[in-house]
Nanobody
C-alpha cells in the first residue's frame, strides 16, 4: 500500500509562486510514475505534471513553463513548484502514484491552493 501526503497549499496572490510537497511511503520512485493533478471547482481532475522512475518529466500545456516537478529520492518526496500563479490555478492539488504495468494507482487526499488577492 502506497501512502501519499501532500502539503504546502494555501492562499497565494496572483503572480506569486508556490511549492507543494508530496511525501510518499515505500520505495516508490523505482516503480511508479509520480504526478500532480488538480481539480478546480466544477471541473474534472486534470494532470499538471508527472515524473517517471527515470526522471523524465511531462507537463500539461496549461502549466508548461510555469511549473516544475522534481523529486528528492532520499526524502521520498516529490515536489511541484509553480510560478506566475493565476486565479485559474485555484484548485485542490493531488499527488498521484501509478504503475503502468499493473494498473495500480494511489492518490493523496489533496491540498487546496487558492490564488486570489
Amino acid at each position: 500500500q502506497v501512502q501519499l501526503v501532500e502539503s504546502g497549499g494555501g492562499l497565494v496572490q496572483p503572480g506569486g509562486s508556490m511549492r507543494l510537497s508530496c511525501a510518499a511511503s515505500g520505495n516508490i520512485f523505482a516503480f511508479y510514475i509520480l504526478g500532480w493533478y488538480r481539480q478546480a471547482p466544477g471541473k474534472q481532475r486534470e494532470l499538471v505534471a508527472d515524473i517517471t522512475s527515470r526522471g523524465i518529466t511531462n507537463y500539461a500545456d496549461s502549466t508548461r513553463g510555469r511549473s516544475t516537478i522534481f523529486r528528492d529520492i532520499a526524502k521520498n518526496t516529490v515536489y511541484l513548484q509553480m510560478t506566475s500563479l493565476k486565479p485559474e490555478d485555484t484548485a485542490v492539488y493531488y499527488c498521484n502514484a501509478r504503475q503502468v504495468a499493473t494498473g495500480m494507482e494511489f492518490w493523496g487526499k489533496g491540498t487546496l491552493v487558492t490564488v486570489s488577492s
